[in-house]
């Protein structure tokens, strides 16, 4: 199964859940499932070491500004996931339109991410929330021609 039919299908469970399941204010939400903001810096920083030998994925980062790039990822990843961070860098589709990414770049990328969360230990419902809540920026990284 590709990688952006399991993303579908992480978003459609996710709002399946959601719907049927508790209400309750108490409820940890996805930021404290990922750890926090020390958590979502030890999945970005995973991340990036992964990207750094990956041949697929390496051309895109050689003049990134890492520290910036790793800045701007972890105030995305934290605002997605209902953290008290603010993301503050240029839309998806402002960072991308230039790139030729294609499909195979993206289930790379997905790929990294879900190893990174694997490595720390984040758990898979948290991994599937976390990826259906990136399912919406699909279009502005890899645009329909």
Known sequence: MNIFIKLILALVVSISLGCAGSTQSNAPTLYDRLGKNQG??????S???DIASNEKL???FIETDLDRFRTKLIEMLCE???GPCEYTGDSMKQVHESMAI???HFDALVTSLVAAMDEN???VGAQNDLLAR???YYPEVIPSN
């Open 40 to 45: 979502i810096s030890d999945i970005v920083d």
């Open 47 to 49: 991340m990036l070491y």
């Open 58 to 60: 390496i051309e895109f």
């Open 80 to 82: 997605v996931s209902d």
């Open 102 to 104: 294609d499909k195979s």
């Open 121 to 123: 230990n984040v758990e």
């Open 134 to 136: 990136l399912v919406p």
